[in-house]
């Protein structure tokens, strides 16, 4: 009954690949985000979106395309990766307007080499 | 600039101890300030405070918020060594939640 899952747990890779990473909630939310939290344990947003639209869109390359088949599923797919990549990638969901607590996923350490 | 800023940035104490972590924040439209506990994994929710003065509290923790100063107040009393984690505080403004650079507690035993 996990309440937002993401996958895979980790991800190594080499420069220059293409991944993607998964994510689900069933809490049944209508907003759902990409965090990136760094070394120093930072958590800085990514994307945000909003029954399936892209409401927030922070300074990240192009490289990083999010996509949200549903309300339920947001996955982010990067190309290209390059060693500053090297991140750990949380999805987390939440009700529309922060009214609720933000839900976060396990994450996804990824490290690029 | 910083919407939500934590201090101290870390803290090492002795069990038993007595801690008061601080967010001070500045957002257009307050809904809410949230407390998060991180330790190996994904931050967990702590408390989320909406009215100022009204203290929260589940144990040895507890939270109280100041709207009119801007800031929020973790308190944790009798100091574990299972505390030691990182305490992130988050404000959500437009669309999404603007975190802190979050407080690393050291509990020794």
């Known amino acids: 009954d996990t309440a937002v899952s993401q996958t895979p747990k980790y991800l190594v890779t080499q420069m220059g690949n293409d991944k993607s990473i998964k994510c689900e909630q069933n809490?049944?939310?209508?907003?759902m985000y990409w965090y990136k939290q760094d070394s120093k344990k930072f958590l800085k947003i990514m994307f945000s979106?909003?029954?399936?639209?892209?409401?927030i869109n922070e300074t990240v390359p192009n490289r990083f395309s999010p996509k949200s088949p549903d309300k339920a599923h947001l996955n982010l797919h990067i190309n290209s990766l390059e060693l500053g990549d090297s991140a750990v990638y949380f999805c987390?969901?939440?009700?529309?307007?922060?009214?609720?607590?933000?839900?976060f996923g396990n994450g996804t350490r990824l490290t690029v080499t | 600039e910083d919407k939500v800023v934590q201090s101290p940035l870390s803290l090492v104490v002795h069990e038993g101890d007595t801690v008061t972590l601080n967010c001070s924040y500045e957002?257009?439209?307050?809904?809410?300030l949230l407390w998060y506990k991180q330790e190996k994994k994904a931050p967990t929710f702590l408390f989320m405070l909406?009215?100022?003065?009204i203290e929260k509290k589940s144990g040895r923790l507890s939270s109280i918020l100041d709207k009119k100063e801007l800031f929020s107040i973790l308190n944790i009393t009798a100091t574990q060594t299972g505390d030691s984690a990182i305490y992130l505080c988050?404000?959500?403004?437009?669309?999404?939640?603007?975190f802190g650079t979050g407080t690393s507690l050291t509990v020794i035993p």
């Open positions: 957002v257009t439209n307050f809904r809410s």
């Open positions: 988050a404000v959500p403004d437009r669309n999404q939640f603007y």
């Open positions: 979106y909003n029954n399936k639209e892209l409401i």
């Open positions: 987390a969901s939440s009700q529309v307007g922060g009214s609720s607590p933000l839900h």
């Open positions: 909406t009215s100022s003065g």
């Open positions: 809490l049944g939310h209508d907003t």
